[in-house]
């Protein structure tokens, strides 16, 4: 059974940093490409950050130098490191994955984040 599991979202305040994980089983983690969308309230779903199986990366421009995604395929686990935190990145952070970057097959449940000014 396939399973993403996000955690280490929550309330912080603007200029701060967060660190997001995403434990993956189930399918071939090292083998899958995996990204990090988010949705805010009323508004469509983005991607915010994508990592190929070879490591290639690509982001968001309204992230750019500040989040850094990255995998761990020991651990099974792909992060976003969230730094200068903004309001305007206050969203449910989505974990995704599959063999076709940008076709994802797997979803995670989401994790909050929250940035007040």
């Known amino acids: 059974q396939v399973q993403l599991v996000e955690s280490g979202g929550g309330l912080v305040q603007a200029g701060d940093s967060l660190r997001l994980s995403c434990a993956a089983s189930g399918f071939f983690f090292r083998l899958n490409a995996m990204a990090w969308y988010r949705q805010a309230p009323g508004k469509q779903r983005e991607l915010v950050a994508g990592i190929t199986s070879g490591g290639n990366t690509n982001y968001a421009d309204s992230v750019k130098g500040r989040f850094t995604i990255s995998r761990d395929h020991a651990k099974n686990i792909l992060y976003l490191q969230m730094n200068s935190l903004k309001p305007e990145d206050t969203a449910v952070y989505y974990c995704?994955?599959?063999?076709?970057?940008?076709?994802?097959?797997?979803w995670g449940q989401g994790t909050q984040v929250t940035v007040s000014s």
């Open positions: 995704a994955g599959g063999v076709v970057p940008g076709a994802y097959r797997y």
